[in-house]
């Protein structure tokens, strides 16, 4: 069965640090990825997503993402942390099938110190 | 000109009620959805809808029973509600026909206390 986990729930950066966010799925096949952000008290947005081609996927806000099917990996990265990034973010697999279904992991909440 | 609404956006009732919450979609989009996310924040998808057809029934009690008067519209209706059905309902949208590689677009989510 399709599943994704993201290994740390919490993590706190310092603004202007490097972030990394870990993501591994598990699936079948070729997988799509998604990446959202879920800001305090708001729905969920797209960051990026990957389907097939280049593995690194660039996105909004300046985020990153790399597809790396040796690892079943599919890290999202951000050069420079801004104090606005602190929210949620939910790592997704796309199910098979025409029905839009998206399997998502835990969350990662990201915290930014000043 | 919000693209998804949903309402209301917090909702308290006491166990064994009924309850709905409604979304509306503007951007013209074919497919909806309701998500549910529990309190550890784990989001899991319960229904969708494509053109007022439902597509994904994903083993959620029977108690929730979607409903789509036209495209723009998917509310959520819940009868006897239970303690557990306390989480905070996201409703989604996406273009096409549900293809996966759609971009959903999700709603700032109702907040459900059943006390």
């Known amino acids: 069965a399709q599943s994704v986990t993201q290994p740390d729930i919490h993590i706190t950066v310092s603004e202007g640090a490097s972030l990394e966010l870990r993501c591994n799925y598990s699936?079948?096949?070729?997988?799509?990825l998604f990446w959202y952000v879920q800001s305090p008290g708001q729905g969920l947005q797209l960051l990026l997503k990957?389907?097939?081609?280049?593995?690194l996927v660039q996105g909004i806000k300046g985020f990153e993402a790399e597809f790396k099917r040796s690892q079943s990996s599919f890290n999202l990265r951000k050069p420079s942390v801004h104090w606005s990034d602190a929210a949620e973010y939910f790592c997704?697999?796309?199910?098979?099938?025409?029905?839009?279904?998206?399997?998502f992991g835990q969350g990662t909440t990201l915290q930014v110190k000043p | 000109d919000t693209a998804v609404s949903q309402t209301p956006k917090y909702l308290v009732t006491q166990m064994g009620n009924d309850k709905s919450i409604k979304c509306e979609q503007n951007?013209?989009?074919?497919?909806m959805y309701w998500y549910k996310q529990d309190s550890k924040k784990f989001l899991k998808i319960m229904f969708s809808?494509?053109?007022?057809?439902?597509?994904i029934n994903e083993t959620v009690p029977n108690r929730f029973s979607p409903k789509s008067p036209d495209k723009a519209h998917l509310n959520l209706h819940i009868n006897s509600l239970e303690l557990g059905d306390s989480a905070v309902y996201f409703c989604?949208?996406?273009?096409?026909?549900?293809?996966?590689?759609?971009?959903?677009?999700f709603g700032p989510g109702t907040r459900l206390t059943v006390l």
């Open positions: 989604a949208s996406s273009p096409g026909l549900a293809p996966v590689t759609d971009t959903q677009y």
């Open positions: 699936y079948g096949a070729t997988p799509y």
């Open positions: 951007l013209g989009h074919d497919t």
């Open positions: 997704a697999v796309g199910a098979s099938g025409n029905t839009g279904k998206l399997i």
């Open positions: 990957y389907f097939s081609g280049d593995t």
């Open positions: 809808y494509n053109n007022k057809e439902l597509i």
